[in-house]
């Protein structure tokens, strides 16, 4: 009987403190990881529009993709790390967003990872826990996503 009111004051005295962290710092979290990944990826995209041509060269020689052209594959990069971050900021269609994201990363891990170990780096799978969580939680209480949600749920 002892340990069951020990138990009890326990829950009683973590209640105030769970139910404070799930409504302000599980939303703070979720922006944070949404921003943390989406600069990951619009940083790199800065890189690439700042000289063009060596990012093409890098398309051509380095990343070598075997099914797209090396120009096409550097401006559909590029656009993918300039535009999924966008809405990963906003949290406007962010699941959606994300997916882009997790290809991309799974081919740098796991193809350009293959070919030059240089690409083989377990930060990607950290990249690909953080894109997969924001598919399967969302993007939180401070997304669009969220307010449009509210306003159409009713």
């Not at 404070?20 to 939303?27: N, V």
């Not at 890098?58 to 401006?75: D, N, R, S």
Request: glycine letters at 6%; one cysteine or more; proline letters at 6%.
């Amino acid at each position: 009987m002892a340990s069951q009111n020990v138990t009890q004051n326990i829950v009683r005295i973590f209640k105030p403190l769970r139910i404070f962290l799930e409504s302000y710092g599980a939303p703070v979290l979720d922006l944070a990881m949404r921003i943390w990944i989406g600069l990951v990826f619009f940083r790199s995209g800065l890189e690439k529009a700042k000289d063009w041509d060596a990012t093409v060269f890098l398309f051509q020689e380095e990343y070598q993709l075997p099914i797209l052209p090396p120009e096409v594959a550097a401006a559909l990069g590029m656009t993918t790390e300039f535009s999924m971050p966008i809405f990963l900021f906003l949290g406007l269609a962010a699941r959606l967003a994300a997916v882009p994201l997790i290809i991309m990363t799974c081919v740098i891990q796991f193809v350009l990872g293959a070919a030059m170990p240089a690409y083989d780096s377990p930060e990607h799978f950290y990249w690909l826990f953080l894109l997969a969580a924001i598919v399967v939680r969302g993007p939180g209480r401070l997304s669009l996503d969220h307010l449009i949600a509210k306003r159409f749920a009713g």
